[in-house]
C-alpha cells in the first residue's frame, strides 16, 4: 500500500528545508507528521504512542537548532521516528524495524543526524554532556541537547550525569519530556516531585515575576547578585512543597511549559540558545497526542503492532486452534500460583510489569510484587536485602537489561550466597527492537560467577517446574532461569509442579554417530530436525542439559564415552556461552569429539523477524540439518 505524506512534509528532505518553512505553517507540519506516522505504524508496525507524544518537540529542535552540527540525543529511542523523517528517511520510513531497513532505534552508523546510538534508557545526558564538554574543549559552537523522558529520569545514570553537568561548566540542554509514562506508568517519588512541580501554577508565576524583578533591581552595596539568588531560593521553597532538586544540582531549570505547543517551544529553544551552561527546560506532553485511544490507554499503545488507524482495532492473526502461551504468561500464572502456596515468595520488576507478566501477581497480591521503576541495579540489591530476610524474591529481568545490574548480582548476591532467582525474559534475539534488546550475553557472563545456578528451560512445563524448584527452601544460591520473547510449543502446559534435581539433564533420545546438546528453548528446533533427517536415515541423538552451571557430568560422560560428533544449540553467543562449557569439559577430562556449536556468532545482530535472525546466524532447525549432515558426510559415504 502506498503512502503519501502531506504536502508540507513531503517537500521537506532535510531540516535545512524545514527552516524554510514560515512559522505560521509549523502547525500544518506537525499535523502531517503525526498523521505519516499513524498511517505507516498503522500498517507496517513498531513503536506508537512515545513518537505521537514528541511530534511538536521534534519539529521545533530541527527548526531551531542547526543539526547535525548541533547534536540532539535522544535517550531510549522510542520517540525518535519523527526525527528520522525529518532527517531524510521519510521514504524509507516504511521499512523501520523490518530487516535490513531502518533501525527502530537512532543509529549512528544509518545517519549523521543519529549522534548517538540507544535502545538502553537514562544514556543521553551522559552522552549530551560528553558532546558538551568535548566541543568547549575543541573550541566549537555546537549546541548539545539531551531529550529524556520522566520515567528514564528515574535511573540512576541520569542522576549521576546531571549531577556532573552542574559543575562541568558546558554548554548542554536537558528537555524532560514530562507524559508520567515509560512502557507501564511510571511509579516513586520523582513521579510525584515532577507532578507537583507541573501542576504549581504559583510556583511558576512567582518564579517568573522574580527573575523579572531581580532584572530591575539596583545591584550594589546593598542589594547584591548573590541575596537576589537567596531570595529566588527562598520563595521557591515556600510556594513550592519542595525546592527544585534540579537547581540544586545547578541546573538552570525552565518549566514547565507545553510541550505541544509549537510556537512556544520554538521561541523558548530560541531563548535557551542564547544562555550558556547547563540548563534543564521541562515540558509536559501526552504520550500518544492526536490518536484518542493512544492518549487513553497508553500501555496499550506503546508498541500495538499492526491496527485499523480508522478504528482503533488491533489486527491479529486468526487461530482457529489453541496456541501454546507466551513464556511471559507462564511465568507470570505460575508464580501466582507458587506466592499462594508458599507465603515467602515476592516479585520485583524494574518498569517492566506488563512485559514480564508481574502484572498478575501486582493485581492480586499488590503488597508482594513490586515495580521499582527504570532502575535494575536497585531492583537487584533490593532482592538481595529481600533474601536476607528468608524472602524468596523472583527479581524478573529482560536478559539484555540485566546488563547493567551486573556488578550487583556479583557483589550484593553471588558473594553472598543469597537465594534470588533472576528470572531472564527476552534471552537470545528478539527480533524487531535489535542489537539494544538481543539477550545474547546472560550465560556468558553469568557462568563465570561463582555460587550460580543457571538453567534454561526447553518449553513451558520445564520453565513452571525451575520455578517450583527455585523457591524450594533447600536452595540457598542465586538461581538464574532464561526464557525467550514469544510463545512456547505446549498448549496444555499448566501441569502439576514438580521438583528438578539441580544440575540435571535429561537424554531424550539415543540415536547413533553423532549427539545434539541443546540448552533452552532451541531444544525444539533440534527435535523438529531429527524428525526432518530420519527418512534420510539420519538418527541422532538428543539430549537436553536444561542447566550450564553446575553442568550434568554424568551425561556429559555418556555423550563423549558413545559419540564421536557432538553439535551444540544455544540462542546465546557462542563466545563463552554453553557450547564453550562443553569444550572445557572435553579438555578438562581428555575426552577427544568433533565438537561444532551453534548459537549467536561473535557478531552485532541486527534487526528483523525472529525466523530472520535465527537463519542467519545458523542456529534454526535448516541450520542443525545442515550441520549434522555436514558432519556425517565422510561417515555416510564409507557406510555406503
Excluded at 52 to 74: F, I, M, R
Excluded at 358 to 370: I, S, T, V
Excluded at 448 to 464: D, G, H, T
Aim: charged residues 20%.
Amino acid at each position: 500500500m502506498q503512502i503519501t505524506a502531506g504536502p508540507l512534509l513531503n517537500s521537506i528532505n532535510t531540516p535545512q528545508d524545514l527552516k524554510k518553512v514560515s512559522r505560521e505553517q509549523l502547525h500544518q507540519v506537525c499535523d502531517e507528521l503525526r498523521q505519516y506516522i499513524i498511517d505507516v505504524v498503522s500498517i507496517h508496525g513498531g513503536h506508537f504512542s512515545a513518537s505521537l507524544g514528541v511530534v511538536e518537540l521534534s519539529v521545533a529542535l530541527h527548526y531551531v537548532y542547526n543539526t547535525p552540527y548541533d547534536q540532539l540525543v535522544w535517550d531510549v529511542g522510542h520517540q525518535a521516528y519523527g526525527h528520522k523523517i525529518l532527517t531524510g528517511r521519510r521514504d524509507q520510513f516504511v521499512t523501520n524495524r523490518k530487516y535490513k531497513g531502518l533501525s527502530g532505534f537512532p543509529k549512528r552508523s544509518e545517519s549523521e543526524y543519529d549522534t548517538f546510538g540507544d535502545g538502553h534508557s537514562s544514556t543521553s545526558i551522559s552522552a549530551a554532556l560528553g558532546m558538551a564538554m568535548a566541543a568547549k574543549y575543541k573550541g566549537e559552537n555546537r549546541k548539545s541537547v539531551a531529550i529524556i523522558g520522566d520515567g528514564s529520569m528515574t535511573a540512576g545514570m541520569a542522576f549521576e550525569a546531571m549531577n556532573h553537568a552542574g559543575i562541568a561548566d558546558s554548554d548542554v540542554l536537558i528537555i524532560l519530556n514530562d507524559n508520567n509514562m515509560s512502557i507501564d506508568p511510571n511509579v516513586g517519588a520523582l513521579r510525584e516531585y515532577l507532578t507537583d512541580i507541573s501542576t504549581s501554577p504559583t510556583y511558576n508565576k512567582v518564579r517568573d515575576e522574580i527573575w523579572n524583578l531581580m532584572g530591575k533591581l539596583p545591584i550594589g552595596k546593598n542589594f547584591t547578585r548573590e541575596m537576589a539568588s537567596k531570595m529566588e531560593a527562598s520563595v521557591k521553597g515556600v510556594v513550592s512543597k519542595s525546592s527544585n532538586i534540579f537547581e540544586a544540582l545547578q541546573l538552570r531549570y525552565f518549566g514547565p511549559i507545553d510541550g505541544h505547543n509549537i510556537a512556544n517551544l520554538v521561541d523558548t529553544l530560541n531563548d535557551l540558545k542564547e544562555i550558556p551552561g547547563p540548563k534543564l527546560l521541562h515540558i509536559i506532553t501526552v504520550k500518544g497526542k492526536g490518536y484518542a485511544l493512544a492518549e487513553k490507554d497508553q500501555t496499550k499503545w506503546h508498541a500495538p503492532g499492526l491496527f485499523d488507524k480508522l478504528t482503533g482495532e488491533i489486527i491479529k492473526k486468526k487461530i482457529e486452534t489453541p496456541q501454546p502461551p507466551k513464556y511471559q504468561d507462564v511465568f507470570g500464572h505460575s508464580i501466582v500460583e507458587l506466592a499462594k502456596v508458599n507465603p515467602q515468595i515476592m516479585g520485583v520488576t524494574p518498569a517492566m510489569p506488563s512485559g514480564s507478566s508481574l502484572k498478575f501477581m501486582m493485581d492480586e497480591m499488590p503488597h508482594r510484587a513490586f515495580d521499582v521503576g527504570i532502575c535494575e541495579q536497585h531492583a537487584v540489591t533490593l532482592s538481595a536485602g529481600l533474601a536476607t530476610q528468608g524472602i524468596k524474591v523472583f527479581c524478573n529481568i529482560y536478559s539484555s537489561f540485566m546488563q547493567r545490574a551486573y556488578d550487583q548480582v556479583i557483589h550484593d548476591v553471588a558473594i553472598q550466597k543469597l537465594p534470588v532467582v533472576f528470572c531472564l525474559d527476552r534471552a537470545g534475539l528478539v527480533g524487531e527492537d535489535g542489537p539494544t534488546h538481543h539477550g545474547c550475553y546472560d550465560i556468558a557472563f553469568f557462568r563465570c560467577i561463582p555460587n550460580m545456578i543457571i538453567s534454561a528451560p526447553m518449553n513451558e512445563q520445564e520453565l513452571r517446574n525451575l520455578m517450583y524448584t527455585a523457591q524450594l527452601p533447600e536452595i540457598n544460591l542465586p538461581f538464574v532461569i532464561r526464557y525467550p520473547r514469544g510463545e512456547g510449543v505446549m498448549v496444555d502446559w499448566q501441569k502439576p509442579f514438580e521438583k528438578i534435581e539441580i544440575g540435571k539433564g535429561r537424554k531424550l533420545k539415543d540415536g547413533k554417530n553423532i549427539a545434539i546438546l541443546s540448552f533452552g528453548h532451541p531444544g525444539n528446533f533440534v527435535q523438529t530436525a531429527i524428525r526432518n533427517l530420519r527418512p534420510e536415515g539420519i538418527d541422532p541423538a538428543h539430549y537436553d542439559i536444561r542447566f550450564v552451571k553446575p553442568l550434568d557430568t554424568d551425561l556429559l560422560h555418556e555423550v563423549f564415552q558413545n559419540y564421536s560428533m557432538i553439535i551444540t544449540v544455544e540462542d546465546a553467543t557462542v563466545v563463552g556461552g554453553f557450547g564453550s562449557a562443553i569444550l572445557e569439559f572435553m579438555n578438562e577430562h581428555n575426552y577427544n569429539a568433533k565438537i561444532k556449536i551453534l548459537g549467536i556468532p561473535d557478531a552485532i545482530v541486527e534487526h528483523g523477524t525472529l525466523k530472520e535472525l535465527q537463519n542467519e546466524c545458523h542456529y534454526d532447525t535448516n541450520a542443525i540439518m545442515d550441520t549434522v549432515k555436514s558432519l556425517l558426510g565422510k561417515t555416510l559415504l564409507t557406510e555406503v
